[in-house]
């Protein structure tokens, strides 16, 4: 499974979307624009990250643009994953 497969079926778990980001573009806006995806969201996105592709976040890597699109977030990931 490729990066942003992996992050949309994590967001699709973690933020209980049913299958509504399948499919969606890296264009595609998240924060703001996904109703469910609010501070406490990202708390436990975040977490969820951390366990399933196995690296730690820390507080000051954490921005808003990180969440922005489906493409940042995939970005950020693909950051981690290399680190």
């Given at each position: 499974?490729?990066?942003?497969?992996?992050?949309?079926?994590?967001?699709?778990?973690?933020?209980?979307?049913?299958?509504?980001?399948?499919?969606?573009?890296p264009?595609t806006?998240?924060?703001?624009?996904?109703p469910?995806?609010?501070?406490?969201?990202?708390?436990?996105?975040?977490?969820g990250?951390?366990?399933?592709?196995?690296?730690?976040?820390?507080?000051?890597?954490?921005?808003?643009?990180?969440?922005a699109?489906?493409?940042?977030?995939?970005?950020?990931?693909?950051s981690?994953r290399?680190?």
């Amino acid at each position: 499974m490729n990066t942003k497969n992996e992050v949309l079926a994590l967001l699709d778990e973690v933020l209980s979307l049913h299958g509504r980001v399948l499919g969606t573009s890296p264009d595609t806006p998240l924060l703001g624009a996904v109703p469910e995806l609010d501070s406490m969201a990202v708390v436990a996105l975040i977490s969820g990250m951390e366990e399933r592709f196995g690296f730690a976040v820390a507080d000051d890597e954490i921005e808003g643009t990180t969440f922005a699109t489906l493409g940042s977030l995939v970005a950020f990931v693909d950051s981690k994953r290399a680190a």
